[in-house]
């Protein structure tokens, strides 16, 4: 326990409210959170994360700005381009709100390595913008007990999801498998919505702080839907299986094939 | 009566003599409970505290107001509650 006063000053504004007190704020600083991609959602999700007090915030990317980017990586500049995002946003993360940790890992997540590189946190957000990536931190997610809370953009619709080990469903119990390369396009071919990035990444970091803070969320075996051209909020019941190669009776690798690039759905 | 705590705010208006006061006794609530004392020089906090309080979770009770030259002591009493 123990908020100091300027603490108790910066987060004033959620302090105040009914269901939100010392008790939550101080769950939120003792959590340790991975993000991983920091992108169009990574954005979003880590600014969040970083303003509502998460203590500490490890940003996973190993890509480097692009000037094409700029439409909604709100963390970069035209001078950011061709340096590398997690280093950069966890600078300005921590400019933000320096009582918290934020650091950066630039290795590349591959199935082989993504259940040693996420252990150990209370919660994982996924701005992953590829499929192979996706299925690794679902699958170490899944293995690891490690909440997940999963985002993707294409074109003007999102989609959100909050996956609790042992209590909801998981991705993979959604999509079992990946779709073959080529059948979703890239986002180069589909362009994305910038403000549907920044609407799904603080859906994704709601979720995420009101679980660590230890409140209720509404995205548990819920596939949230937002389409931009209509802005209609669907909600579509999901259920967990018992056959599910992840987070079922028996866990069975199933690496994703492919290039992280043959196949990029905003993240 | 045995006052627990006090907590000196002169100086602070609405809210934030809401929040400090509110974060203190949550403290007290989870650490047994008690008496708060609460030192303010901003007139309408006597009447936002006790008003705000009762939207919490936890039922906290004003037992005295106090006007003491330019200041008040709002006394608060913290029950106890399981973390």
Redesign the interface.
Same mark, same amino acid.
């Given at each position: 326990?123990? /908020?100091s /006063?300027d603490e108790?000053?910066r987060y004033?504004r959620q /302090?105040?409210l009914?269901?939100f007190?010392?008790?939550e704020q101080n769950r939120l600083k003792n959590a340790k959170v991975a993000v991983t991609g920091a992108g169009g959602l990574g954005c979003p999700v880590s600014t969040n994360l970083t303003l509502a007090g998460v203590g500490e915030i490890v940003l996973f990317d190993m890509d480097e700005v692009d000037l094409t980017n700029l439409n909604r990586q709100f963390l970069y500049t035209p001078a950011d381009v061709g340096k590398k995002k997690a280093e950069l946003a966890a600078k300005r993360l921590s400019d933000l709100n320096p009582e918290i940790n934020v650091s950066a890992v630039t290795e590349m997540i591959t199935y082989d390595n993504a259940f040693d590189l996420l252990k150990g946190f209370d919660a994982v957000v996924d701005g992953t913008d590829n499929f192979p990536v996706r299925y690794a931190v679902n699958d170490a997610c899944a293995v690891n007990k490690v909440p997940l809370f999963h985002g993707a953009v294409l074109m003007f619709e999102g989609r959100a999801i909050s996956i609790i080990p042992g209590e909801t469903a998981c991705f993979r119990c959604i999509f079992p498998e990946a779709p073959p390369a080529g059948m979703v396009p890239t986002c180069r071919e589909a362009g994305v919505f910038g403000s549907m990035t920044a609407l799904i990444g603080s859906i994704q970091a709601s979720e995420a702080t009101r679980y660590l803070a230890g409140m209720d969320i509404g995205l548990k075996n819920t596939l949230l839907v937002i389409n931009a051209d209509t802005m209609d909020f669907q909600k579509i019941n999901i259920h967990k299986r018992e056959d599910c190669t992840a987070c079922g009776r028996e866990f069975i690798p199933k690496p994703v094939g492919g290039t992280v690039c043959a196949d990029r759905i905003e993240g | 009566m045995e006052i627990t705590e006090v907590l000196d705010i002169k100086g602070e208006v609405c809210p934030n003599t809401f929040v400090y006061t509110k974060i203190k006794l949550e403290d007290l609530a989870y650490s047994g409970g008690g008496i708060l004392k609460v030192i303010i020089d901003h007139p309408p906090a006597c009447e936002n505290i006790p008003r705000s309080l009762k939207g919490e979770k936890i039922n906290y009770e004003l037992l005295e107001v106090n006007k003491i030259g330019n200041t008040y002591e709002l006394l608060i009493k913290a029950p106890s509650v399981e973390d």
């Amino acid at each position: 326990m123990g /908020l100091s /006063l300027d603490e108790i000053k910066r987060y004033s504004r959620q /302090l105040v409210l009914p269901d939100f007190g010392s008790r939550e704020q101080n769950r939120l600083k003792n959590a340790k959170v991975a993000v991983t991609g920091a992108g169009g959602l990574g954005c979003p999700v880590s600014t969040n994360l970083t303003l509502a007090g998460v203590g500490e915030i490890v940003l996973f990317d190993m890509d480097e700005v692009d000037l094409t980017n700029l439409n909604r990586q709100f963390l970069y500049t035209p001078a950011d381009v061709g340096k590398k995002k997690a280093e950069l946003a966890a600078k300005r993360l921590s400019d933000l709100n320096p009582e918290i940790n934020v650091s950066a890992v630039t290795e590349m997540i591959t199935y082989d390595n993504a259940f040693d590189l996420l252990k150990g946190f209370d919660a994982v957000v996924d701005g992953t913008d590829n499929f192979p990536v996706r299925y690794a931190v679902n699958d170490a997610c899944a293995v690891n007990k490690v909440p997940l809370f999963h985002g993707a953009v294409l074109m003007f619709e999102g989609r959100a999801i909050s996956i609790i080990p042992g209590e909801t469903a998981c991705f993979r119990c959604i999509f079992p498998e990946a779709p073959p390369a080529g059948m979703v396009p890239t986002c180069r071919e589909a362009g994305v919505f910038g403000s549907m990035t920044a609407l799904i990444g603080s859906i994704q970091a709601s979720e995420a702080t009101r679980y660590l803070a230890g409140m209720d969320i509404g995205l548990k075996n819920t596939l949230l839907v937002i389409n931009a051209d209509t802005m209609d909020f669907q909600k579509i019941n999901i259920h967990k299986r018992e056959d599910c190669t992840a987070c079922g009776r028996e866990f069975i690798p199933k690496p994703v094939g492919g290039t992280v690039c043959a196949d990029r759905i905003e993240g | 009566m045995e006052i627990t705590e006090v907590l000196d705010i002169k100086g602070e208006v609405c809210p934030n003599t809401f929040v400090y006061t509110k974060i203190k006794l949550e403290d007290l609530a989870y650490s047994g409970g008690g008496i708060l004392k609460v030192i303010i020089d901003h007139p309408p906090a006597c009447e936002n505290i006790p008003r705000s309080l009762k939207g919490e979770k936890i039922n906290y009770e004003l037992l005295e107001v106090n006007k003491i030259g330019n200041t008040y002591e709002l006394l608060i009493k913290a029950p106890s509650v399981e973390d």
